[in-house]
């Protein structure tokens, strides 16, 4: 709940008063359905204390600080010595390559970017801002730059966390999707998404996206080390580090997408920072030697 400057301004808004909803969304300078989600994360962290009460039209949710002080431990375990990890987020709408199908469509925080279901809006300079895109068949394909600083050679492992779940009209929650992650034109792996959900807001999605539309995903994190690859933990695959030719390219490809012969081919829904249920976009994580 902290982990948000958003949030840490609405706390400290709230420091010396209560505010409804409205009045702290004019006071930051952004939309209520924004502040209502950030303020219900808030709340549910039992951050923030909110009571209904009577107003001129019907009630208005008033909140106000649970706590006076917050205080945070700043002494984490140690790394390894001279162990780092190296982490770019890279925007949903930023890809460099791709292949659609429709059902397919861009939205960002305010509306659809195009058409829905024409592949000409994946080529509209607004994609850069997309925070969901979806289609029932293809691949997204991202270039990510390389630290020229970094030797190959102290590269442990790569890894790409996505929120990302299946593609159906509207949604299913039960649609199986053989969700395939690529890292320089070599298969990481393969995760089957269990649907395309939606019935509920995503803590992020903004209001205005109808509830029988996709709502959020789930978070998946593909790695490659020199063992192998794995997706959240579990084997995944026998590609290793070696197979990627990290030395003789410039930049790091990450390709998503749903293979042509995919067991389930149920397409894909793929989240950023302003939709679904985590804050982030696609984040690639070059882990380190000591």
């Not at 004019?26 to 909110?50: D, F, H, K, M």
């Not at 492992?157 to 996505?162: D, E, G, Q, T």
């Not at 593909?222 to 997706?231: F, M, P």
């Not at 959240?232 to 490809?253: H, K, N, P």
Request: charged share 20%.
């Amino acid at each position: 709940a902290l982990d948000s400057d958003l949030r840490r301004r609405i706390l400290e808004l709230l420091v010396d008063r209560s505010m409804n909803i409205n009045e702290i969304a004019q006071a930051l300078g952004i939309p209520q359905s924004t502040c209502a989600v950030n303020v219900q994360i808030l709340e549910q962290a039992r951050l923030l204390a909110c009571d209904h009460v009577a107003a001129t039209k019907g009630a208005q949710k008033r909140c106000s600080l649970a706590f006076r002080e917050v205080v945070l431990p700043l002494r984490p375990p140690a790394p390894a010595a001279d162990a780092c990890i190296i982490s770019v987020d890279m925007p949903i709408g930023l890809f460099t390559d791709h292949q659609v199908a429709p059902p397919c469509g861009l939205l960002n925080e305010t509306g659809v970017i195009g058409y829905y279901d024409h592949s000409d809006a994946f080529a509209n300079p607004k994609r850069a801002g997309a925070g969901l895109i979806w289609m029932a068949k293809g691949f997204l394909e991202y270039r990510f730059p390389k630290e020229r600083a970094v030797d190959a050679g102290r590269i442990a492992a790569l890894s790409v966390s996505i929120e990302v779940c299946s593609e159906f009209p509207g949604y299913k929650n039960e649609w199986p999707s053989d969700i395939t992650v690529w890292i320089n034109g070599q298969e990481i792996g393969t995760w089957t998404s269990p649907g395309d959900f939606g019935g509920k807001y995503g803590l992020l999605t903004p209001r205005w996206w109808d509830l029988m539309n996709t709502q959020y995903g789930l978070l998946k994190t593909w790695r490659v080390s020199e063992s192998g690859c794995q997706i959240d933990g579990v084997t995944a695959g026998a590609a290793t580090l070696g197979d990627l030719r990290i030395s003789e390219l410039e930049y790091f490809t990450v390709r998503i997408g749903v293979k042509d012969d995919a067991a389930y081919p149920g397409g894909f829904n793929l989240f950023g920072r302003c939709f679904g249920n985590y804050e982030q976009d696609i984040v690639l994580r070059v882990e380190l030697k000591p």
